[in-house]
């Protein structure tokens, strides 16, 4: 199953970002969740309780960030077993960008599912990711509007090199400047 699709958040980009990998705003809006918790920067541990096709499933899963590009993009890897349910697998590529004063969320999301949840087909997989979607964005977008905007934090600073790195260097120049001087006026003359 792919989706694809973009949503505009009523904040800035770097807001949207730091929302988007805080695990108690994650567990506020992810529809039927139980636990997100942090592991590493990268990657994180959840618990989602939800319904597919009449089904109750309740998954364990990890969710994994690579190909991170602070706060412009990332590429998510998720998996959740259940044990009645199944196993659900899958992508997501997401952007961030800014536009009209808030932030545009770019994503596509590939996925597969096994057990039962897949013997109710593709059709009604797909209705109930794309409502999981739907209500995640409704939760997010409504945190997001009540934050306060701020300024981006600066850039960090890129490390001096060269000449301007450090004052010994200067001083290496200068006394290389002050031999040759010194050479040219004593020795040549």
Known sequence: ?????????????HQVWDALNDPAILQRCIPG????????DTEFAL??????????????????L???DAPNSCTLAFEGKGRAAGLVIGTAQI???????????????A???????AALGD?????????????????????????????????????????????WSWLAVLAVVVVLALYHFFVKK
């Not at 969740?33 to 590493?40: G, N, Q």
């Open 66 to 68: 690579a190909d991170v």
């Open 33 to 40: 969740c139980v636990l997100v918790e942090k592991l590493a």
């Open 95 to 109: 952007n961030l960008s800014t536009k009209d004063r808030g932030t545009r969320l770019a994503y596509t999301v």
């Open 1 to 13: 199953m792919r989706i694809a699709d973009a949503q505009w958040i009523p904040a800035a980009q």
């Open 47 to 64: 618990t989602v309780q939800t319904q597919v096709g009449g089904m109750e499933a309740a998954y364990q899963g990890e969710l994994l």
């Open 111 to 117: 996925s597969q599912v096994g057990g039962k949840v």
């Open 123 to 167: 059709i009604a997989v797909r209705r109930a990711a794309e409502r999981i979607i739907e209500k995640f964005f409704t939760a997010f977008i409504d945190y997001a509007s009540g934050l306060p905007r701020t300024e981006p934090p600066p850039a960090p600073e890129e490390p001096q090199r060269g000449l301007c790195a450090s004052r």
